[in-house]
C-alpha cells in the first residue's frame, strides 16, 4: 500500500512525503530518502525519529563522536549526535584553529590551537550548534543535536539508513543548513496505516547552494 502524506515546515515550506515499503509495522531498520523539487538528491541531511514520552533521551555515558579540522575545513560539514554526545574537535592541519560556537545554549569556545590540545565538548540540549573558526572565516560546519538515539544523516545519493523500529505515532524528522530557514525541522508523524519502513521526501521549495569553503582566500593563515 502506499500512502502519501503533506507536512509544513516551519516556515511554511511544504514537504511530501511519499511512504512506499512493504514491510510491516515495527521494521528494525529505517531508510529515508531527501530530494529536491527538480528530483535530485540532497546529502548531508539530517534525520531522526522520535517517539512521543520518549523525548530527552541522552547518549550514553561515555559517548564520542568527532569533529575533524582538515585543510580549513571542519570534516564532517554536518554531523548528526545525540544529547549527551561528548564531541572531540581534534586539529589535523599543521596550522591553528579557534573552534567556537555562538549557538544557545550550546555556546562555547576552544581558543587557538593545534593537535587535541582540548577535552572533548559535551552537548547537553538538543539543537542546531553553527560551527566556526576565528581565525579562519569561511570554516562553517553544524551539529545537529537530537534527543533519541535513532537518528542518522543522507549521504550523496540522498538516502539514510537508520537503526531502530518505526511505529505509529512516531515523529521522523529532517533537517539541513540548506533549508532557507536554518532552524527549521521538517518533520511527518507516522500513521497507523503507514507504519512502514520506507520514507521519502521531496522539498517542494528551493535550498540554498551547498557551501563551498575558499581557504586560498583565508587570512591569518601562518598560524
Request: glycine share 6%; charged share 20%.
Amino acid at each position: 500500500m502506499k500512502a502519501v502524506l503533506t507536512s509544513i515546515l516551519a516556515q511554511g515550506v511544504a514537504v511530501v512525503c511519499l511512504l512506499a515499503a512493504t514491510q510491516p509495522a515495527h521494521a528494525e531498520n529505517i531508510t529515508v530518502s531527501v530530494h529536491d523539487r527538480a528530483g535530485e538528491p540532497v546529502a548531508d541531511v539530517a534525520v531522526y525519529v522520535q517517539r512521543p514520552g520518549a523525548e530527552g533521551a541522552h547518549a550514553s555515558i561515555g559517548t564520542r563522536a568527532v569533529m575533524d579540522q582538515v585543510d580549513k575545513r571542519f570534516v564532517p560539514h554536518v554531523l548528526v549526535v545525540q544529547t549527551g554526545t561528548l564531541v572531540e574537535f581534534p586539529n589535523s592541519d599543521t596550522i591553528a584553529h579557534h573552534v567556537y560556537s555562538f549557538s544557545h545554549p550550546n555556546h562555547f569556545k576552544l581558543p587557538i590551537y593545534k593537535g587535541n590540545a582540548h577535552a572533548p565538548v559535551r552537548f547537553e540540549d538538543n539543537g542546531i550548534v553553527v560551527l566556526g573558526c576565528t581565525i579562519h572565516d569561511t570554516m562553517l560546519a553544524y551539529l545537529a543535536v537530537v534527543d533519541t538515539p535513532v537518528f542518522g544523516k543522507t549521504a550523496e545519493d540522498g538516502v539514510a539508513k537508520l537503526d531502530g523500529a518505526i511505529r505509529a505515532g512516531d515523529r521522523i524528522s529532517i533537517w539541513s543548513p540548506r533549508f532557507r530557514e536554518e532552524t527549521a525541522h521538517l518533520s511527518v508523524v507516522v500513521a497507523d496505516e503507514d507504519a512502514e519502513s520506507t520514507f521519502a521526501f521531496k522539498l517542494q521549495r528551493s535550498l540554498r547552494p551547498p557551501h563551498r569553503d575558499e581557504s586560498e582566500a583565508l587570512s591569518w593563515s601562518e598560524y
